[in-house]
């Protein structure tokens, strides 16, 4: 299977990946607006990087490089609907995490509670829960903070 090449994000492409981010769970029963995408994906405190497939944009990733007690958070990982089940979002959580292997001994990510295919994707990479964040974005649904060492 090909691999995806996964590149820093044009300001083009930072506002494909908020357009994509608001049409995809978990941002759409979060609420999230296009306004508040777009504000996420070109805020300079974001990395925002974008994996293509034969030239073309299939995903992405939004970053933080200092997101929870200094650590990095991945703030989103968005894939394509044609290009899902293809391992794009695989790939682009190994990067996220070579990204910061080098400097940092942790990572994080918040993923919603009704998110049930995100959060058993997110524990086969290695990732587990160390918190709760009950009715915190939306209510009836919490968000879970997941961890995993990355050396």
């Avoid at 299977?1 to 769970?25: F, G, K, N, Q, Y």
């Avoid at 978990?26 to 974008?50: D, F, K, M, N």
């Avoid at 979002?89 to 995100?118: K, P, Q, W, Y």
């Amino acid at each position: 299977m090909e691999r995806p090449v996964i590149t820093l994000a044009t300001s083009e492409e930072r506002d494909w990946a908020a357009d994509l981010m608001v049409r995809s769970e978990p941002w759409i029963t979060l609420g999230v607006s296009p306004e508040q995408s777009r504000l996420a994906c070109r805020s300079p405190e974001h990395l925002v990087y974008v994996a293509h497939l034969e030239g073309e944009p299939c995903g992405a990733a939004v970053l933080q490089r200092s997101g929870v007690a200094g650590s990095p958070y991945i703030k989103s990982i968005i894939v394509a609907d044609p290009f899902r089940g293809r391992g794009i979002g695989a790939d682009l959580m190994e990067f996220a995490e070579d990204l910061f292997r080098r400097e940092a001994r942790h990572i994080f990510l918040c993923v919603s509670s009704f998110n049930t295919r995100a959060r058993a994707f997110y524990e086969r990479l290695g990732f587990c829960a160390v918190g709760e964040f009950q009715d915190y974005i939306i209510e009836g649904a919490s968000e879970i903070l997941m961890h995993k060492r990355l050396r």
